[in-house]
């Protein structure tokens, strides 16, 4: 087992007056605080060892012994001795498990092995579980309306609700579904990321779809109409006459549904792309200079 | 429903802390012949807010700056999250 430098952690030296230790470890769990860092699993495992430290270095008697054993804790004698004069929960078969072979140890087996629970005074500090992490892939049309869902996650069937209008790479938290905590602390969450894909013909900006009709020619300069395609279902738009290439018109509330504003929808934005027309009659054709010489 | 005083036992709080919040209206209780109640659904807040105060010496005022800010870092992730996917998009 490794050595665990509590002065290291706490970024104090070991002639730290209780305030100085005080005040860097309020520092650094400000910083490190799970609640404020979410869906950060560095500045949980930081903020576990610098409670730890904190736990042993604030108090007096603690840090007494974790001076004089600390670097010593290889003489197994020792904790032999305090071994037997504790309550331990966990029954340890070797006694080499405190010379350095135990691998895979976590910090806080180090900390109950050299103070037990016998030594431990006041609140035993509550350790929120580890949060989990998934992935959802979904359509346009699955966004189009607040549905239920049910995942599996880590064996475990959830049944989430995924809002209308929800975005690709948006991450929703699922309070209370992540790792379990320890010494009764709270579990952790399970943050879901959504990857919501572009559905052809449709582009997607925000709550406001984009698309593209076909236009020929001579709808474009004579006037007249167009189906175009919806997420929910076509609509015929009328093309006003010497309709330019490009123009864009605006279909009120034919978008996407907007994230938590129930009966707000996003807009559709349709693109003429005019189409010239190709294998012309040499009737065609000769209409055609015709125009050009009126021009 | 969950009594106040029995949620301030678990946690070893004052139930003063409880009646700070409420007055700062970052949770709502329920009196029931002259007893606090806390809804259910507010528990994760709740508990939140405990844990601020306890393991950081968070006071009120700061509870308070802390869970506007955060709702204000929700916001922005989103639109940094639309903006990025805008952004993908021209580049294709």
Known sequence: ?295 | MIAANDFCTHYRIELSFIESLRESALIETVTVREELFIDEAQLPLLEKLVRLHVDLGINVEGLETILHLQERIQEMQLQITRLKNDLRRWEE
Not at chain 1, 43 to 53: G, L, P, S, V
Not at chain 1, 58 to 65: G, L, N, Q, V, Y
Not at chain 1, 202 to 225: C, M, P
């Open chain 1, 1 to 295: 087992m490794e050595f665990i430098d509590y002065y290291k952690i706490l970024g104090v030296n070991k002639d730290a007056t209780a305030d100085d230790i005080k005040k860097a470890y309020r520092k650094l769990a400000r910083k490190h605080h799970p609640d404020l860092n979410p869906n950060d699993k560095e500045a949980q495992k930081t903020f576990q060892q610098i409670n730890e430290a904190n736990e042993v270095l604030s108090d007096p008697e603690k840090r007494k012994k974790y001076d004089q054993y600390g670097r010593d804790w290889q003489h197994s004698d020792m904790f032999e001795q305090q071994r037997r004069s504790q309550q331990q929960r966990r029954h340890y078969q070797d006694s080499e498990a405190y010379t350095g072979g135990g691998e895979g140890e976590d910090f806080s087996s180090f900390f109950e092995s050299m103070f037990g629970e016998s030594g431990f005074q006041g609140r035993r500090t509550r350790f929120r579980g580890a949060d989990y992490q998934a992935e959802l892939h979904l359509e346009l049309a699955d966004v189009m309306k607040t549905d239920k869902r049910t995942l599996t996650v880590n064996g475990k069937n959830i049944r989430i609700t995924i809002p209308a209008g929800v975005e690709n790479g948006q991450v929703i938290k699922i309070k209370g579904h992540g790792a379990p905590g320890s010494n009764g602390g709270p579990a952790g969450d399970l943050y879901i990321t959504f990857q919501v894909a572009d559905t052809a013909p449709f582009r997607r900006s925000g709550f406001d779809l984009h698309t593209k009709v076909a236009v020929d020619l001579y709808t474009a300069i004579l006037g007249g109409e167009v189906l175009v395609d919806t997420l929910d279902g076509k609509v015929k738009l009328k093309v006003n006459p010497e309709t330019q290439p490009g123009t864009t018109v605006r279909l009120k509330g034919k978008g996407v549904p907007v994230y938590k504003k129930d009966g707000e929808y996003g807009d559709l934005y349709v693109t003429y792309d005019v189409s010239l027309p190709k294998n012309l009659s040499d009737e065609q054709r000769e209409l055609f200079r015709q125009l050009s010489r009126l021009k």
